[in-house]
């Protein structure tokens, strides 16, 4: 699993298996949380986010789950194909730098590794 | 539409010199950000820029300045560069506004080395 300061983490799976990606956020305040997905050489893409007045979202092959009790975030990621081998990261929304709407601190990620 | 544009790619530097790392959004977002990427620390906000006119510091501002030149671009400039700031950069934009925050997209990075 991620908890935002901690070195990378790795989780291996097999292809076909489901993946679960987790992440201790730092800010009981924070509101809004997203998944990122990075792979070699590009920028974060963004997979699915969440408000804090949810606690599951659904997309298509995955699904964050959010415990705001114990400041808890995972991604699950059903059906794991060798295309969703990437460095994933979770970022919360905080207002620690200002701004009507605050800013995203992203956790240090986790790297998926998918075996055929 | 591109999304994110950042130029360049890849950069090598002496101690000492300057720079402008370019960036560009055509979604016609409020709001835009610079980050830097090392192993091991995840991504950290260097500047934003809430909307056009506006910036501000962010977690690691010191050593960089920032211009929002207009709404589509946001600029990173490093007056003196120093081997610290070896990095990967990204620029990123958001819709943000009226007080909630959506989704980040994200350029291709620009990868800044400093020798």
């Known amino acids: 699993g991620e908890s935002v300061g901690l070195h990378l983490p790795t989780l291996s799976v097999q292809e076909g298996d489901n993946s679960i990606i987790n992440c201790a956020y730092s800010?009981?305040?924070?509101?809004?949380f997203i998944w990122y997905k990075q792979e070699s050489g590009k920028g974060p893409q963004f997979i699915i986010d969440i408000r804090s007045n949810m606690d599951k979202r659904q997309g298509q092959r995955v699904t964050v789950l959010l415990n705001k009790t114990v400041k808890h975030l995972s991604l699950q990621i059903a059906a794991t194909q060798p295309g969703d081998s990437a460095v994933y990261f979770c970022a919360e929304n905080t207002r620690n730098y200002g701004g009507s709407q605050g800013n995203l601190i992203f956790g240090k990620g986790t790297k998926l590794s998918v075996k055929p | 539409n591109a999304g994110v544009t950042q130029t360049p790619k890849f950069q090598v530097l002496k101690t000492g010199q300057s720079m402008t790392l370019q960036c560009a959004q055509d979604?016609?977002?409020?709001?835009m950000y610079w980050y830097r990427q090392d192993p091991g620390m995840g991504l950290r906000l260097i500047y934003y820029?809430?909307?056009?006119?506006?910036?501000d510091k962010g977690e690691v501002p010191n050593g960089y300045n920032v211009s929002r030149l207009n709404k589509r671009e946001f600029s990173l400039r490093l007056e003196s560069a120093a081997p610290s700031q070896t990095s990967v950069y990204f620029c990123?934009?958001?819709?943000?506004?009226?007080?909630?925050?959506?989704?980040?997209?994200f350029g291709s990075g620009t990868r800044l080395t400093v020798v």
């Open positions: 820029s809430a909307s056009e006119g506006t910036t």
């Open positions: 800010n009981s305040a924070s509101d809004y």
């Open positions: 979604m016609n977002h409020n709001s």
């Open positions: 990123a934009s958001s819709v943000a506004g009226s007080g909630n925050n959506y989704g980040y997209t």
